[in-house]
C-alpha cells in the first residue's frame, strides 16, 4: 500500500473531552478495525472517555521509515494545537513498536501509551537479552542505527538503568500468554509497575486484545475513582 501524505485519519467524537487517543493498527489491520471490534464503544462507555483519532499508518510507513514523521506532522502537532492536555498513543503489534518509536524520539509529545502484544523485534533479540541476564545487564553497544528495535531495547535500558534520564510515558501492557511476542513483552512488563502489566490466556488476536483493552480501561477508571 502507498504511503501517502497527509497520512489519513479515521476520526470520532472530535474535540470533545480533553484527551486525545491516537489508535496505531497493527500489520495488516484498517482503521475501521478498532470500531468493529468494539474498542470505540468500549472507550465511550468508561467512567473517563476521550476523543479519538485511528491513524492508517500501514506497513508501508514503517518501509520508507516515515511513520513518526507523519504522525508528527498529521496527527500529534495539530491535536497539541487543538489544546489536548492528554494525548495517548495506543499500538498493537506493529502499532505497538510505532507508538515506542514515537515516546522515545518525542517524549514530550505523549502522556500516556497502551500497548497491546507490542512487536518488540524478533525472538532471537528477547532470547539474547534474557540470556544476558535481563536488560540491565545486556550490552546496548554497537547499534547499528536502522535497527530499530534494538535502539528501543537500548532506550528502555536507560529507562531501567535511570528514570533521570528516560522519559517513559505512564504505559500499560498487555498480551496473551500464547502470544508469540510474549517473552519480549514479559521483558517489557519488568519495566513497568505491576497493576498496569496485564497476560491472559489468549494468542495474537482481537479476541485477546478486545478483553486486554476491557482490562485497560478498567484499571483507567479506577485510578479516576481513587483520585
Not at 478498532?34 to 468508561?46: H, I, K, P, T
Not at 487543538?82 to 498513543?89: K, N, V
Not at 512487536?119 to 542505527?145: C, F, M, N, Q, T
Amino acid at each position: 500500500m502507498p504511503a501517502i501524505e497527509p497520512l489519513n485519519v479515521l476520526r470520532f467524537d472530535d474535540a470533545r473531552h480533553s484527551e486525545l487517543m491516537v489508535f496505531l493498527p497493527g500489520i495488516g489491520d484498517v482503521p475501521e478495525d478498532f470500531e468493529r471490534n468494539g474498542f470505540v464503544q468500549a472507550l465511550r462507555d468508561s467512567a473517563r472517555p476521550a476523543d479519538i483519532a485511528v491513524a492508517d499508518v500501514h506497513f508501508g510507513y514503517y518501509i520508507r521509515r516515515s511513520v513518526l514523521e507523519r504522525l508528527r506532522v498529521d496527527v500529534i502537532e495539530p491535536a497539541k494545537s487543538c489544546g489536548y492536555a492528554t494525548i495517548c498513543l495506543v499500538g498493537i503489534s506493529m502499532g505497538g513498536l510505532g507508538a515506542l518509536l514515537y515516546a522515545m524520539e518525542h517524549p514530550a509529545d505523549v502522556q500516556r501509551l497502551m500497548l497491546l502484544a507490542p512487536y518488540l523485534g524478533d525472538a532471537s533479540l528477547g532470547k539474547e537479552i534474557k540470556d544476558a541476564g535481563g536488560l540491565k545487564l545486556w550490552d546496548a553497544r554497537d547499534v547499528d542505527g536502522d535497527d530499530h528495535p534494538r535502539k528501543l531495547w537500548r532506550w528502555l535500558k536507560q529507562c531501567a538503568l535511570s528514570q533521570a534520564k528516560c522519559e517513559l510515558p505512564e504505559a500499560y501492557l498487555g498480551y496473551g500468554d500464547r502470544d508469540s511476542f510474549a517473552p519480549g513483552n514479559a521483558l517489557l512488563g519488568d519495566l513497568l509497575p505491576k497493576h498496569r502489566v496485564f497476560t491472559i490466556r489468549g494468542g495474537h488476536d482481537w479476541q485477546t486484545w478486545k478483553r486486554l483493552w476491557r482490562m485497560f480501561l478498567a484499571e483507567r477508571d479506577a485510578q479516576l475513582q481513587a483520585g
